[in-house]
């Protein structure tokens, strides 16, 4: 019998790192972010502490993804700050933001097609200068298609396969935070389930920043939930303690 996933999970191998005085890992402090002369992201504030799952909602064209971008440093923080461990990281590039540890699963998911499975995993190692250390086998255990995959490329793997292999590459890294941009967007119910339990797994030993736009989803796996309304935080809480009808409103297209 195949046990459980947690413990299948791959664990840390050292002790991480003490968290910062707060207790964050990721603290955003009222972030802005534009395109050009238009701001789409104003004024967030969030915090992740290690090992938590947050979760981000909003309507299309609310800012979730705009804001995944400035935390990896792909779009420039027009003001505010980003702090991971106590480290400002705010005017780092992107590199630095990966290797510092903050692991990122683009919405479409960003795999290259024409790379095998595995070109695709060894990539995710780049964060850690191309070491591996066993995560390769960790990440197999995690998601045993990938193995069975490994040699095949990458564009004829299904919607929930190549999902799996981007959180897979990302995982390569040993990210401290993992950014999902809308894991399960297009995918199949059944995979669904087991990317949530992926996800559930992870929590307690990689914290997550999860966009997701399937709201019975995001209530059952995140620890904390955050509003967005044209780019600004409009509610926020534990999901316990959200008002289920005004989420709804904040949410319906
Ligand atoms: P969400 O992820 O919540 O659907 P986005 O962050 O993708 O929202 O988009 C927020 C707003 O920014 C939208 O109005 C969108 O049209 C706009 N936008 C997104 N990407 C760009 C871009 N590259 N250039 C200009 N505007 C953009």
């Known amino acids: 019998m195949t046990p459980p996933l947690l413990d299948r999970l791959p664990l840390?191998?050292?002790?991480?790192?003490?968290a910062p005085m707060d207790g964050a890992l990721l603290r955003i402090d009222r972030l802005s972010l534009a395109y050009g002369q238009v701001e789409v992201v104003r004024g967030v504030s969030l915090s992740v502490a290690p090992g938590q799952v947050v979760c981000v909602m909003g309507r299309n064209g609310a800012g979730k993804t705009t804001l995944m971008k400035g935390i990896i440093g792909a779009l420039r923080a027009r003001s505010g700050r980003i702090l991971f461990d106590g480290r400002d990281l705010t005017s780092r590039p992107s590199y630095a933001r990966a290797r510092a540890g903050i692991g990122y699963?683009?919405?479409?998911r960003g795999i290259f097609p024409q790379l095998s499975v595995l070109e695709n995993l060894l990539l995710g190692l780049e964060p850690r200068g191309g070491r591996d250390d066993g995560r390769l086998e960790e990440v197999f255990e995690?998601?045993?298609?990938?193995?069975?995959m490994a040699k095949r490329t990458a564009g004829v793997l299904s919607g929930g396969q190549q999902q799996q292999l981007a959180i897979?590459?990302?995982l390569m890294g040993r990210p401290r935070l993992l950014l999902l941009d809308e894991p399960t967007e297009g995918i199949q119910p059944n995979i669904v389930e087991q990317i949530e339990g992926v996800i559930a797994s992870?929590?307690?030993?990689v914290a997550v920043l999860l966009v997701e736009q399937?709201?019975?989803f995001a209530l059952a796996n995140a620890d904390y939930c955050c509003v967005l309304?044209?780019?600004?935080?409009?509610?926020?809480?534990?999901?316990?303690s959200l008002e289920a009808e005004r989420l709804r409103e904040a949410l319906a297209v």
């Open 214 to 216: 399937f709201l019975d």
């Open 105 to 108: 699963v683009p919405q479409g």
């Open 142 to 148: 995690l998601f045993p298609v990938l193995r069975q």
């Open 202 to 205: 992870l929590k307690g030993h």
């Open 168 to 170: 897979g590459r990302a």
């Open 229 to 240: 309304e044209s780019g600004a935080v409009t509610m926020e809480g534990p999901p316990a």
């Open 12 to 18: 840390p191998r050292h002790a991480p790192p003490p």
